[in-house]
Structure formats: structure tokens, C-alpha cells
């Protein structure tokens, strides 16, 4: 069974914190990809990656970085993370090639107080 | 660059009865189509696709979908609702860029009534 997993499904953090969140998946897929959930606003895309260390900037990258050092591993970080970056984080992998599937892991609700 | 309209926020339905939603997009030419289904919680599940070929999509759950190129609709329909279909759905089109990102639309929320 494909599976792609979020390290935490909840995390609370102080303004300011460094946040790193974490995303594996075992399905030797070359995409992967952080989206920010909010109410009203559907799912938007930060940031993606097609292959180890390569990334591009999704709609909304500012505030964000990520790190792919491996293929299965992408990281989303909040360099100081804020109160308007409290969301739900999806991450998600697909094969190479268009149209291909998108399968997503649980999430992680994230607030920052 | 692409967009996605699911023009209703919320819909209610009763059990038993049948469900479409509504889902517009935006695209210069022949779109990848998806729709997700979210459960309270959840991440996203994938209910069906488009890609070419036969205009209507059967999907897992009893779901299915029809692409009509000249109205830019995917629309989700269901012959009778059960109410273990209460979620989130949401519609997402794919470009032909190689790195299939998805645009997503801003989600449906239903709702079933006994």
C-alpha cells in the first residue's frame, strides 16, 4: 500500500521558532510537494521538488524554504515561524510524468501561539 | 495558468438521494481532472481522473465524473448518498508541465441528512 507520512499530525510553536516539517514516502516517486490548507481557500501549493536537491516555488513560497537530501524525505522549514502560518500542511508525492496521481499523507495542523 | 471554481461552499443532500457537484476550470488546452475526497482529519484521497478518451470517469465509492470540454466542467455525481459521504471534495486540475503540479479548487463541503 502507497503510503506518504507527516512526522506529527499536530504542533504547537512559539513566534519566531525555526519549524522543520517532515514527509516520507516509500514509493520511489521523483515529485513531491508541500500545500497549505485553509478554510475558504482549498489547498494551495509552497513549494516542490522533481528530484533530490532540485526545488521550485509553489504560489505562495514566502516565508518558506524546503530541503529534498534524499529521495523519499522532503522538508517544509518556517525560518520564524508567525501566527498567520497557523494551517493544515499536506505533503504529497506522484510518479514522473503529467497528469500522474497525487497521494497525500495525513497532514500536520500546525499553530503557532 | 490554470484555475479551478467549485461554486458551492456547502451542499446538504438527503441519504438516498442523489449528489452532483460542480466543478469549472480554467486551462488553454486538454486539462487533467481530479477529484479528492477529504475526510475530517484526513489527507486527501483520490475519488477518480481524467486524462483522454471516454468523457465519463467511474471512480471508487460509487462516484463518477463527466468532462464536457465545451462547458470547462468535471462535475461529481452519485446515484444515492450515504452518509458516510459527508467530507470535503475537491476538484484539481493538472498541467502538462512535467511535474504535475495540481491546482485545487476551494473545496465543497458535504453534508448528509438522515
Known amino acids: 500500500d502507497v503510503k506518504v507520512t507527516q512526522s506529527s499530525r499536530y504542533l504547537v510553536k512559539r513566534t519566531g521558532e525555526k519549524v522543520f516539517l517532515e514527509c516520507v514516502q516509500d514509493?520511489?516517486?521523483?515529485?513531491m510537494f508541500w500545500y497549505r490548507q485553509d478554510p475558504g481557500l482549498g489547498l494551495r501549493l509552497i513549494y516542490f521538488?522533481?528530484?533530490?536537491?532540485?526545488?521550485e516555488k509553489g504560489d505562495i513560497p514566502e516565508g518558506y524554504s524546503v530541503s529534498r537530501e534524499k529521495k523519499e524525505r522532503f522538508s517544509l522549514i518556517l525560518e520564524s515561524a508567525s501566527t498567520n502560518q497557523t494551517s493544515m500542511y499536506l505533503c504529497?508525492?506522484?510518479?514522473?510524468?503529467?497528469?500522474?496521481?497525487?497521494?497525500f499523507g495525513q497532514g500536520t495542523r500546525l499553530t503557532v501561539v | 495558468a490554470q484555475s479551478v471554481t467549485q461554486p458551492d461552499i456547502h451542499i446538504t443532500v438527503s441519504e438516498g438521494a442523489s449528489l452532483e457537484l460542480r466543478c469549472n476550470y480554467s486551462?488553454?488546452?486538454?486539462?487533467?481532472l481530479f477529484w479528492y475526497v477529504q475526510s475530517p482529519g484526513q489527507g486527501l484521497q483520490l475519488l477518480l481522473k481524467?486524462?483522454?478518451?471516454?468523457?465519463l470517469v467511474q471512480g471508487i465509492k460509487g462516484f463518477e465524473a463527466e468532462f464536457k470540454r465545451s462547458q470547462s466542467s468535471f462535475n461529481l455525481r452519485k446515484p444515492s448518498v450515504h452518509w458516510s459521504d459527508a467530507a470535503e471534495y475537491f476538484c484539481?486540475?493538472?498541467?502538462?508541465?512535467?511535474?504535475?503540479?495540481?491546482?485545487f479548487g476551494k473545496g465543497t463541503m458535504l453534508l448528509v441528512s438522515p
Open positions: 486551462y488553454g488546452a486538454t486539462p487533467y
Open positions: 481524467y486524462f483522454s478518451g471516454d468523457t
Open positions: 484539481a486540475v493538472g498541467a502538462w508541465s512535467g511535474y504535475s503540479t495540481l491546482t
Open positions: 504529497a508525492s506522484s510518479d514522473l510524468g503529467d497528469g500522474t496521481e497525487a497521494f
Open positions: 514509493m520511489d516517486h521523483e515529485n
Open positions: 521538488s522533481y528530484d533530490v536537491k532540485m526545488k
